[in-house]
């Protein structure tokens, strides 16, 4: 046992020497690596942790949201929808919610408008969210004015600016009493924009869908889990497709590798072919080639890491985010929450350590089978 | 449902195991035909160097397939709330026909690569390649396996559709469900234990047996496989309940998830680690008296022999404490 491990103690430290003896062209192959490694964590870290906020989100949304269509369009929905899904057997609560958008000629901005009379009690108030404070120049105490669809101007008295942690979610709404809302958009009263029914067993959200598409055919029911799996397959496909669109950058890495690991250099040639000719056998040689790649791997994959770390999470993906994010005139500034557990390490593993080290088996193995002789003259 | 990371590392690496056994099956059916050991000539000293090239592409497939049977696994589980009625890696993998295929295809195709490699080391070990044909025979099983274990794992992520609706590991693994899954959990308790218990003991007792006497070595191995089947179906049996402290779940993925503190990777690691161990120690077998492997292959087998014994030991160990120590009782 204990020989086995002097022998690879023995060759991990003769491996070390000999690549900083051939410090130039190492350097270059691990740079290459090292981006390659970096572009495929930053994009897996970020994927990763947009899934995570955008569950962390959903967590607080409603069991069900119940819609109304009409000619297969999303239309408002009669109040009195709601008192006949309360009475189903199992549904909690329904709240008809009322909300909407408003483009703002000012800036060239949509808000999210939300009509809550629990947060908001006195009219002609409103909380914004810090993004909207930013964009135009307003804090606690100011006016706001919105135009009304009847062109009649509403001003709106900041009561409060919703925290920039809730940035993610809360950057563009304004929070605004029932009344206001039904004024602002000229809203028919007895509708509401969609119903936010709450279940108490999860397991009977199906069974209470299945009954309200029933009892109101017009009716679409929306599950939290389903909105949940939309997200995931979105942010999964984009991450896909980015890896896909990164894929040539990895092929050439590894053509590169392959490159290298075959072209050797006179000077490895002949230092293989001394090894073998003062009595290294063929398995050593493969051996001292394999730690060779664990120590340019493991290198090149930590640092990869490490820096697609500080890129995605300090730094917020500069290099990514356009095209994961999306891009909208008021758009929130928030720094994702770091994750990265052994599932996306191995996920980046594969993607990159794999395909490197299957392009040099074969070099490896046709340097280490040269025959001394030939190796030291050539 | 190919675009997923996950599905891509999967995908590419497969790729990469089935191009690398190819070849190798290539090389090693041209060692097959053309090998002549008493020759000088410059074919059989080619081929004698390629056997190197095939070994360590085969050492690297043994380790990748590892870590892929883990990482499907792993990557079916996160894959589930895309699939109604699915909530871990049973729902995802019954999403089509070819999620189990593909989960056992894994399974067996480690074994034999385990079974090659010790088969290789052992050969490695003597000067004249005595088992030279075995291996090669032996590779050319395994590798059209692995080659189809790729093509089934592509099937099964170009087959996922997002919308189908699947069933959840506690309705898959249940007494009600018809099917094998169902068979092996509704195994009643009691004889599944004594049937686990005896298995397990047999395994140890004749493998202490043979490690010292190096005697019925054949009789260890079989009840060493016996007891990997045995175990394998205790896990989703019985053990698998006192984890989850539920007397009606029995599947065998959740065990891998962070709530039961990701036990089940030891818990399979040592299962198939000691299979692999076990096995090798049979297939050995009828090579003990060949020329040059009457001195090379005892001690080589009794290193397997402990080695499959700590592995047991190990998974009876740490089932044995769950069973004692949970909360769960079952009478």
């Known amino acids: 046992m204990k020989t086995t491990l002097e022998r690879h103690l023995n060759i991990l430290d003769f491996t070390l020497a000999s690549l900083l003896r051939r410090k130039g062209k190492n350097l270059s192959l691990l740079t290459i690596y090292l981006l390659v490694i970096f572009m495929l964590a930053s994009l897996v870290f970020f994927v990763t942790a947009l899934k995570r906020e955008a569950a962390i989100i959903l967590e607080d949304a409603p069991d069900m949201v119940v819609q109304r269509l009409v000619a297969g369009r999303q239309d408002l929905v009669p109040t009195k929808y709601a008192e006949a899904i309360a009475s189903i057997r199992g549904v909690s609560k329904v709240r008809p919610r009322l909300w909407g958008y408003y483009y703002d000629g000012l800036n060239g901005a949509n808000y999210t408008i939300v009509a809550d009379d629990d947060s908001v009690t006195e009219p002609e108030s409103a909380m914004i969210g810090s993004a909207i404070a930013r964009s135009r120049k307003v804090t606690v105490g100011d006016l706001l004015p919105l135009i009304s669809y009847e062109k009649v101007p509403l001003m709106l008295q900041i009561s409060s600016i919703l925290p920039a942690g809730s940035d993610l979610m809360a950057a563009d709404l304004i929070v605004i009493s029932s009344e206001d809302f039904q004024t602002l958009f000229n809203f028919p009263a007895g509708q509401a924009t969609d119903l936010a029914v709450t279940v108490r067993n999860p397991k009977e959200l199906t069974t209470i869908a299945s009954k309200i598409a029933q009892l109101f055919p017009d009716s679409r029911p929306i599950l939290k889990s389903e909105i949940l799996r939309t997200y995931q397959a979105v942010f999964d496909w984009r991450g896909g497709m980015t890896v896909i669109l990164l894929s040539s950058a990895l092929i050439s890495f590894i053509i590169f590798a392959w490159d290298k690991a075959t072209g050797l250099s006179a000077e490895e040639r002949k230092e293989i072919g001394i090894l073998k000719s003062i009595g290294w056998s063929t398995p050593d040689v493969l051996l001292l080639k394999f730690w060779e790649g664990v120590v340019i791997s493991l290198t090149a994959f930590l640092l990869g890491v490490v820096l697609a770390y500080g890129h995605v999470f300090f730094l917020s993906a500069p290099l990514f985010a356009q095209a994961l994010k999306g891009w909208s005139v008021i758009y929130p500034s928030f720094r994702l929450s770091p994750v990265v557990d052994g599932y996306q390490l191995a996920v980046l593993f594969f993607l990159t350590v794999v395909p490197y080290t299957t392009a040099t088996i074969i070099p490896c193995w046709r340097a280490a089978t040269a025959d001394p002789d030939t190796a030291m003259r050539s | ?331």
């Open chain 2, 1 to 331: 449902m190919i675009l997923h990371p996950a599905a891509l590392a999967l995908l590419t690496t497969a790729l990469l195991v089935s191009g690398l056994g190819a070849y190798s099956c290539f090389h090693g059916m041209r060692i097959l035909g053309k090998w002549d050991l008493s020759s000088g000539s410059e074919l059989q000293l080619e081929l004698e160097r390629r056997t190197y090239l095939i070994s360590t592409v085969m050492s690297y497939i043994l380790a990748f397939q590892l870590m892929l049977l883990f990482l499907y696994i792993y990557t079916a589980d996160s894959l589930h709330p895309l699939f109604t009625g699915a909530m871990c890696a049973a729902g995802s993998l019954n999403a089509n026909s070819f999620g189990y295929p593909v989960l056992i295809l894994k399974i067996v195709n480690f074994l034999l690569s385990g079974v090659w490699l010790i088969v290789n080391h052992t050969d490695n070990k003597a000067y004249d390649y005595p088992l030279i044909r075995v291996k090669y025979e032996l590779l050319n099983l395994l590798i059209p396996l692995l080659v189809l274990e790729s093509i089934l794992m592509f099937a099964y992520f170009a087959g996922i559709k997002p919308d189908i609706i699947t069933s959840c590991c506690g309705s898959l693994f249940s007494y009600e469900s018809g099917g094998f899954s169902g068979e092996i959990a509704s195994l009643p308790h009691i004889p599944m234990k004594i049937a686990f218990y005896v298995s397990m003991s047999l395994t140890l007792a004749s493998g202490l047996f043979f490690y010292l006497k190096g005697r019925s070595g054949g009789l260890f191995s079989i009840s060493a496989t016996v007891a990997f089947l045995v175990a394998a179906a205790s896990l989703v049996s019985f053990i698998c309940l006192y984890f989850y402290e539920l007397p009606t779940h029995h599947c065998p993925f959740c065990l891998l998830q962070k709530e039961y503190g990701h036990v089940g990777y030891l818990l399979y690691a040592t299962l198939l680690g000691g299979g692999v161990a076990g096995l090798g120690v049979g297939v050995l077998m009828p090579f003990k008296k060949l020329g040059s492997m009457a001195r090379i292959i005892p001690p080589v087998q009794r290193r397997l022999a402990l080695a499959a014994m700590i592995c047991y030991l190990l998974f009876v160990l740490i089932s044995s404490w769950k069973m004692l120590f949970s909360a769960l009782r079952m009478g």
